[in-house]
């Protein structure tokens, strides 16, 4: 078998990409994902759940935000407004004092922020908020 | 950006067992979002913090996977429950591959 230059050019190319290949797979990190994902279509409740927002937010880059789910082993958070929803997955572990998580994110306009927690028993229920956002926080 | 990083954590020094103490953490880092174009118009890659863990003595206190919704320096805020003296550890995730941990002791009276 002879090599033409193109060939070469070829095989290097693909060496190159099966060489970053474990890399990238390596480093693959879960994403939050949709609502749908995280539910499997399961029947969603309200209420049960606690966020702390504040109505008007001057600066869309950092929202404060905190979620309290008593009972929950899993709370997911979302923006349905920002180009990418989903914010941040909780998991509690067996030494949480209780469900609540205090963060602070970026928000590109006003919309809802909502979450959804999984709890104990496997339900699922969800809350949202309403946030004004003045300035919003994705760049671009 | 990543040598800026560096992670702060407030854990009260001492707690009584079984009682839910605060935990507050910080730690700089840039959370590029993905979404954000430089001058030229050309989108600036992510690279963002994308887990954080809490343990206390190996057991879990709170696992949280972020988003780049999450703002520039990932500041979270919870409770955790300490039964015996013990370390935490904070454990931050880069999407560069790099690991960033702090460990606060407590001791329990």
Redesign the interface.
Known sequence: MTFTRRKLMALGASAAAAALLPIRAFAAVEEVGAIADFTGGAAVGEGGITIDAPEIAENGNTVPISVSAPGAVEVRLYADGNPLPGVATFRFGPLSASQTASTRIRLAGSQNVVAVAKMADGSFMQASVPVKVTIGGCGG | MANKVKPRVKVPSSASAGE??TIKTLISHQME?G???DSDGNVIPRSII??FTA??NG??????????????N??????????ESGDFTFTW?D?T?DVYTETKSVEVS
């Open positions: 839910a103490i979002s979404q954000r174009k994308n887990r343990e206390f057991q879990t206190v709170i696992d949280v996977v972020l988003a780049p919704a999450i703002s520039t990932p500041y979270f805020e919870f409770e955790a429950v300490v039964p995730y999407d591959g």
